[in-house]
T-cell receptor
Framework: DTEVTQTPKHLVMGMTNKKSLKCEQH?????MYWYKQKAKKPPELMFV???????INESVPSRFSPECPNSSLLNLHLHALQPEDSALYLC?????????????FGPGTRLLVL | AQTVTQSQPEMSVQEAETVTLSCTYD???????LFWYKQPPSRQMILVIR??????QNATENRFSVNFQKAAKSFSLKISDSQLGDAAMYFC??????????????FGKGTKLSVKP
């Protein structure tokens, strides 16, 4: 099973709202990732968690706040976003042992900031 | 730094025909991995095929195969017997491995494949 799930599928929020994106995997993977993807562009890495610890933050603005409560769950908390933050947000996971280099993606959350 | 170049922004193929998507990459690492991901209009990023750089044998997955030319740093994807469901954006990507690295994926800009009935 190589399934990564993401909720919600779609999200519309105002610039003063606080919302959260959720990502879950039950493959025993110990690395989880957040990517941002604008239309017709490749995904851009935002954050990497390795063994539930933040290991990479690609200079993402503080209005995006990641959280990894346990090895199966990854959240992205959103606060005071800008319209240019509208994008598809993809979550991925990978093992940290055999096959650690292969990332499996969720279906994404399509975010619209008004 | 690693880079990935996909020189074909768009490609088109007739159903049941064969098409090849090009990808070149640059990396100074000796231990790395190459991938093709497919992203249909539903936007789900789906792993198509992967290749370990240390393996000389080209990877195959059913109708999908790669032509991995390590010296030329080329990694093309061949789709045989194209089907309407193959229509999607295809991304080539590279990552390093080893040493416990979680492997930062570097993507090319993508090739949009259309399949004509």
């Amino acid at each position: 099973d190589t399934e990564v799930t993401q909720t919600p599928k779609h999200l519309v929020m105002g610039m003063t709202n606080k919302k959260s994106l959720k990502c879950e995997q039950h493959m025993g993977h110990r690395a989880m990732y957040w990517y941002k993807q604008k239309a017709k562009k490749p995904p851009e890495l935002m954050f990497v968690y390795s063994y539930e610890k933040l290991s990479i933050n690609e200079s993402v603005p503080s209005r995006f706040s990641p959280e990894c409560p346990n090895s199966s769950l990854l959240n992205l908390h959103l606060h005071a976003l800008q319209p240019e933050d509208s994008a598809l947000y993809l979550c991925a996971s990978s093992p940290l042992t055999e096959g650690r280099e292969t990332q499996y993606f969720g279906p994404g959350t399509r975010l619209l900031v008004l | 730094a690693q880079t990935v170049t996909q020189s074909q922004p768009e490609m088109s193929v007739q159903e049941a025909e064969t098409v090849t998507l090009s990808c070149t990459y640059d990396t100074s690492e000796s231990d790395y991995y190459l991938f093709w991901y497919k992203q249909p209009p539903s936007r789900q990023m789906i792993l198509v095929i992967r290749q370990e750089a240390y393996k000389q044998q080209n990877a195959t997955e059913n109708r999908f195969s790669v032509n991995f030319q390590k010296a030329a740093k080329s990694f093309s994807l061949k789709i045989s017997d194209s089907q309407l469901g193959d229509a999607a954006m295809y991304f080539c990507a590279v990552t390093t491995g080893g040493g416990g690295s979680q492997g930062n994926l570097i993507f090319g800009k993508g090739t949009k494949l259309s399949v004509k009935p």
